[in-house]
């Protein structure tokens, strides 16, 4: 079946302008991640969406970011204002709750200018 | 709040040596642990999972890795490292009973296996 998709997968943007990066989850998965990966780096977890329930913001850097997850499928991880710090491959995943492993998508690639 | 280390940011081995791939967390509860791979321009894959059971778990491509309680290790291992295991490894953990669905990944050790 289809995996993680992403789009766009890669960004190029100004500094101080608005982004929007999408993740299409795996049909059925209840939870759905967010990370970002600075060049050569781990992953910093940002936010992850479980079902119905409220999601955890714990790692939102900052509150120029916020996401969504519309219809328990679809999520959008929006960026305000950008900054060049920002620039990062940004990852989403999903998984099955009961199996806890998660499926990455290939991610969007940031760059701001 | 729970956490990883993996104190090596690279490994190098010779094809056909055995490899181990280290990684201690920190967590309040039980961890749920994982191991996932990053392949030169392809995406994250999961290797292989604890969450309960035996301390020693099997994964893919022949990967393996032994949960220590008293240490507060995973370390990710295989008898014998092929060219085509050189990528980057992550660690990972989540305590289900304060973080629930939260994951933290450690830093990611570079593994390079010379031919």
């Known amino acids: 079946g289809a995996g993680v998709s992403q789009s766009p997968s890669n960004k190029v943007t100004e500094k101080g302008k608005d982004v929007e990066l999408r993740c299409d989850p795996i049909?059925?998965?209840?939870?759905l991640y967010w990370y970002r990966q600075s060049l050569g780096q781990g992953l910093e977890f940002l936010i992850y969406?479980?079902?119905?329930?409220?999601?955890?913001k714990s790692g939102l850097p900052s509150d120029r970011f916020s996401a969504e997850r519309t219809g328990g499928s679809v999520s959008t991880l929006t960026i305000q204002r950008t900054q060049q710090e920002d620039s990062a491959v940004y990852l989403c995943?999903?998984?099955?709750?009961?199996?806890?492993?998660?499926?990455f998508g290939p991610g969007t690639r940031l760059t701001v200018l | 709040a729970q956490s990883v280390a993996q104190p090596e940011d690279q490994v190098n081995v010779a094809e056909g040596n055995p490899l181990t791939v280290k990684c201690t967390y920190s967590?309040?509860?039980?961890?749920?642990l994982f191991w996932y791979v990053q392949y030169p321009n392809r995406g994250l894959q999961f290797l292989l999972k604890?969450?309960?059971?035996?301390?020693l778990v099997k994964g893919s491509y022949g990967f393996e890795a032994e949960f220590n309680k008293s240490q507060t290790s995973f370390h990710l291992k295989k008898p014998s490292a092929l060219v085509s295991d050189s990528a980057l490894y992550f660690c990972?953990?989540?305590?289900?009973?304060?973080?629930?669905?939260?994951?933290?990944f450690g830093a990611g050790t570079r593994l390079f296996v010379k031919a």
């Open positions: 969406f479980q079902g119905n329930s409220a999601p955890d």
């Open positions: 995943a999903s998984a099955l709750a009961g199996l806890n492993e998660q499926f």
């Open positions: 967590v309040s509860g039980n961890p749920y």
């Open positions: 990972a953990v989540r305590d289900p009973n304060t973080g629930g669905f939260k994951t933290i």
């Open positions: 604890y969450i309960t059971g035996d301390n």
């Open positions: 049909s059925g998965h209840t939870a």
